[in-house]
T-cell receptor
Framework: AQSVTQLDSHVSVSEGTPVLLRCNYS??????LFWYVQHPNKGLQLLLK??????LVKGINGFEAEFKKSETSFHLTKPSAHMSDAAEYFC????????????FGKGTHLIIQP | NAGVTQTPKFRVLKTGQSMTLLCAQD?????MYWYRQDPGMGLRLIHY???????AKGEVPDGYNVSRLKKQNFLLGLESAAPSQTSVYFC????????????FGQGTRLTVV
C-alpha cells in the first residue's frame, strides 16, 4: 500500500521569496515520486520526478525537490517565487502498476502575494 | 503532438441520463487511467487499464464503466448520472506502471443537475 500526505493545503508567499511545499509518503516498495502543477482550469503538468537516481531532482521553472528516504519526504522548493507560480501542486507516489500505480496527495494551493 | 485528448471538455447532464467520455492518446502507452478531481480531495482513481482489452477498478469505481477496445482509446461511461458525479474528470496515460510519469488530458468538467 502507498499513501501521500501534503502537509499544507494552502501556502502563501511574497513574490521573490522562497517556496517550500511539503510532502511525506509511505510505500511498501522503492517508490517513484513526482510533483505535478495544475494552473486554473488546466490539466496537470509534470514538474519533476524521482526514480532512484540522484536524490536532488531539478525540474522545470526553477523548481527542485529532494528525496529523503530516512524522513520519507519529497519536499518541493524554489528559491524565488514568481507570480506565474500561483497554482495547485500535487505530490504523487508510484510504487508499481495497477491500482497502486499513482497515488495523489490532496494538493497544495500556492498563493503568490505581490 | 496531441498527447492525451479528452472529449468533450464540458457537459451538463440531467440526473439519470447517460454519457460516454472519450480519451485518446497517441504515445503508444500501455497504461491508461480515469481520475476524478473534487475540491480538497486531490485526484482519485476511478478505473484503469494496463493494456488493450483489459480494465480494472480503482478507488472509486461505483457508477462508472470503462472499455479499452483499442490501445489508444479509453472510454468512461456513466449509465445513470447522479449529482454526486459532478466533478472534473481527467484521463491519463503512461508507458508502464512504475517509474514513468503519467501524461494528462485537459479534463472534462461534468455537471449533473
Amino acid at each position: 500500500a502507498q499513501s501521500v500526505t501534503q502537509l499544507d493545503s494552502h501556502v502563501s508567499v511574497s513574490e521573490g521569496t522562497p517556496v517550500l511545499l511539503r510532502c511525506n509518503y509511505s510505500s511498501s516498495y522503492s517508490p517513484s515520486l513526482f510533483w505535478y502543477v495544475q494552473h486554473p482550469n488546466k490539466g496537470l503538468q509534470l514538474l519533476l520526478k524521482y526514480t532512484s537516481a540522484a536524490t536532488l531532482v531539478k525540474g522545470i521553472n526553477g523548481f527542485e525537490a529532494e528525496f529523503k528516504k530516512s524522513e520519507t519526504s519529497f519536499h518541493l522548493t524554489k528559491p524565488s517565487a514568481h507570480m506565474s507560480d500561483a497554482a495547485e501542486y500535487f505530490c504523487v507516489v508510484n510504487s508499481g502498476g495497477g491500482a497502486d500505480g499513482l497515488t495523489f496527495g490532496k494538493g497544495t494551493h500556492l498563493i503568490i502575494q505581490p | 503532438n496531441a498527447g492525451v485528448t479528452q472529449t468533450p471538455k464540458f457537459r451538463v447532464l440531467k440526473t439519470g441520463q447517460s454519457m460516454t467520455l472519450l480519451c485518446a492518446q497517441d504515445m503508444n502507452h500501455e497504461y491508461m487511467y480515469w481520475y476524478r478531481q473534487d475540491p480538497g480531495m486531490g485526484l482519485r482513481l476511478i478505473h484503469y487499464s494496463v493494456g488493450e482489452g483489459t480494465t480494472a477498478k480503482g478507488e472509486v469505481p461505483d457508477g462508472y464503466n470503462v472499455s479499452r477496445l483499442k490501445k489508444q482509446n479509453f472510454l468512461l461511461g456513466l449509465e445513470s448520472a447522479a449529482p454526486s458525479q459532478t466533478s472534473v474528470y481527467f484521463c491519463a496515460s503512461s508507458y508502464t506502471g512504475q517509474g514513468t510519469e503519467a501524461f494528462f488530458g485537459q479534463g472534462t468538467r461534468l455537471t449533473v443537475v
